[in-house]
Structure formats: structure tokens, C-alpha cells
């Protein structure tokens, strides 16, 4: 089994900046992958970003593109989600989802390609 805990929401005035965590424990792969969804009240759950554990390598959902970035940090089993320039509109609860055994040609910005994901941290973005 694989356990997520997000950590670092809060509430934020526009344009701010705010940084997510997501701790993980049990195995993961070299081909896993790490991703952050967020979902507000009514709508369904958003793409945000994504990387591949291996390599670092990073997608991004075309809102967020230019003002979030998402990293790892190996020595701790963390990644992370910086997001800058916060809009209101990114107001949402944010959920880390991974999938431990990834494959070529995987779709990053879908939900369901994700095995597991933690509670998930509320982020408010105040105008």
C-alpha cells in the first residue's frame, strides 16, 4: 500500500504564493508517477500538474502553466507543488495521486490512471 498526506494548504491573498507537500510512504517505483488534482465545490477534478519520479520530468495543466511548478525531493519521498501568482479561481482542494508503476504513453491529466490519493489540503485564495 501506498499513503499520500498532503500538506501546506491555507488561505492566500491573490497573486501570493503558497507551496504543497505530499509525503509518500510505501513502495513506489522508478517508473512511478506523481500527480496534483484539485476540485472545487460543483466541479469535477482538474488536471494540475504531474512528474515523473525517475527523471523529474513535469507536465502541467494549461491553467497553471508559467505560475506552478512541481518537484521532487528523492531523500525525503516528497513532491512538491509551488504555486505562485495564485489566482481566486485556484481555489480549490488540492489532492496528491500517484501511481507507483508508470508506463510509456501514460495520460498524466487523467484520474483514473492514479492508484492511490491522500485526503487532499484545502488552498483559498482570497481577491
Known amino acids: 500500500q501506498v499513503q499520500l498526506v498532503e500538506s501546506g494548504g491555507g488561505l492566500v491573498q491573490a497573486g501570493g504564493s503558497l507551496r504543497l507537500s505530499c509525503a509518500a510512504s510505501?513502495?513506489?517505483?522508478?517508473?512511478?508517477?506523481v500527480g496534483w488534482f484539485r476540485q472545487a465545490p460543483g466541479k469535477e477534478r482538474e488536471f494540475v500538474a504531474a512528474?515523473?519520479?525517475?527523471?523529474?520530468?513535469?507536465y502541467y495543466g494549461d491553467s497553471v502553466k508559467d505560475r506552478f511548478t512541481i518537484s521532487r525531493e528523492n531523500a525525503k519521498n516528497t513532491v512538491y507543488l509551488q504555486m505562485n501568482s495564485l489566482k481566486p479561481e485556484d481555489t480549490a482542494v488540492y489532492y496528491c495521486?500517484?501511481?507507483?508503476?508508470?508506463?510509456?504513453?501514460?495520460?498524466?491529466?487523467?484520474?483514473?490512471?492514479?492508484?492511490?490519493w491522500g485526503r487532499g489540503t484545502q488552498v483559498t485564495v482570497s481577491s
Open positions: 495521486a500517484a501511481r507507483p508503476v508508470g508506463y510509456s504513453g501514460i495520460n498524466y491529466v487523467t484520474t483514473s490512471e492514479y492508484d492511490y
Open positions: 510505501g513502495r513506489i517505483f522508478s517508473s512511478a508517477v
Open positions: 512528474l515523473k519520479w525517475s527523471s523529474g520530468r513535469s
